[in-house]
Structure formats: C-alpha cells, structure tokens
C-alpha cells in the first residue's frame, strides 16, 4: 500500500458517490473543507490532550469483544487512529478536487513546533485557509495555485502530526485508511 494506491482508492469512492447521489457538476470543495475541519476537531477531541479542565487527558480508545463467549478475545480499536483515517479521506478527496498531481501528496518540511496543540491549530487553520481566496475583497491573481498551496501546507502539518506526535506508522494509517475505505463503500451501498 502507498499513498498513490490510497488516492486511487479515494478518487473511485468519490465517483461512486458523485454518480449514485446525482453530485455531477456540482462544486463540492466548500463541503469537504467543512467536513475535513469536523474530523479534525473530532480527532482533537479523542486525543484529549487539550483537556485542562479534565483528568483524563489520554487518547480514547474502545475495545471491541471478538469471538464467542468461550474464545473471546479483546481488541482495542484506537479511536485517534479512527478519527485521523477519516481525516485522511477528506484529504484526498479535497486533492483530487484541486487536481493535485499525485507525486505532491510527498511533502516534507522541517517543522520546528513541536506542541500538539499548536499542532492542530494550525492544522485547522491552514485548512480554512484553502478557500480563503473566496473571503478576499481583492481576487487573487492564480486561485488554483493559492489553494495547492495552502492544502499542501494542511497535509504537511497533517503528516507531522500523525507520525511525530500521535506515533502512527504509513502502516497503521494505510491499514486503517482501507479498513474505513471498505465501510464507506458499504455505507453507501446499504443507502447510509
Ligand atoms: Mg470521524
């Protein structure tokens, strides 16, 4: 599995729905920057970590019965993970909405933040960002690049977060990112 298989698998679902809920021709982007902003908060919200009022401050995670009663086994699902794969969707979604070549789903900078919390501020805000050109007075000269930009800025932050702060691996993410997948599809085949 690799992030360009992940964009493949995205784009395909993104069709599906488009074609099944009549979606064609209509511009979706402001739609799925909202919902990416929703998963981010609701990722932020089962880490935890922001919680100063609170004395439980640690990621959430539920943990699911399998087998029957005699052979009964116990699985943590980790809701963080959970909640950073359903980011990661709105993601390629929204990449595939700005027609991102594929070879710039790779972003890499130094970052020197290494609060959390900042973290996932920025991350927000640089996600808001992406149609900020629609909140200008004065139009911005090259819109389709303003808005790569900005979501190029989202994903890297994204990134970061995932693997340095959270302590995910491509492997944990691509794993969760197909399991999420396979229920979207799904759900939209028992008309979710
Ligand atoms: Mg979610």
Known sequence: MNLEKMYEMQKELDARIIKEKGLEGVDLLPNTVLALQVEIAEL?????????????QEPRFNVLEIGGTDCSEEKLVNRVLEEYVDCLHFFLSIARQLDLP??????????AEDDTVI???ELLHNVGL???????VNPITDVPSFRRDHFK???????ALGEQRLGFTFEQIAEAYVAKNA??????????
């Not at 992406?130 to 200008?136: M, N, P, S, T, V």
């Open 130 to 136: 992406i149609l900020a050109d629609r909140l200008f």
């Open 44 to 56: 932020a919200n089962e880490w935890r970590g922001f919680k100063h009022w609170s004395n439980d």
């Open 183 to 192: 229920i979207n599809h799904k759900r939209q085949s028992t008309g979710y």
């Open 119 to 121: 973290l996932f501020s």
């Open 153 to 159: 800025a989202a994903l890297f932050i994204f990134y």
């Open 102 to 111: 594929e070879e710039d789903l790779y972003v890499w900078e130094e970052t």
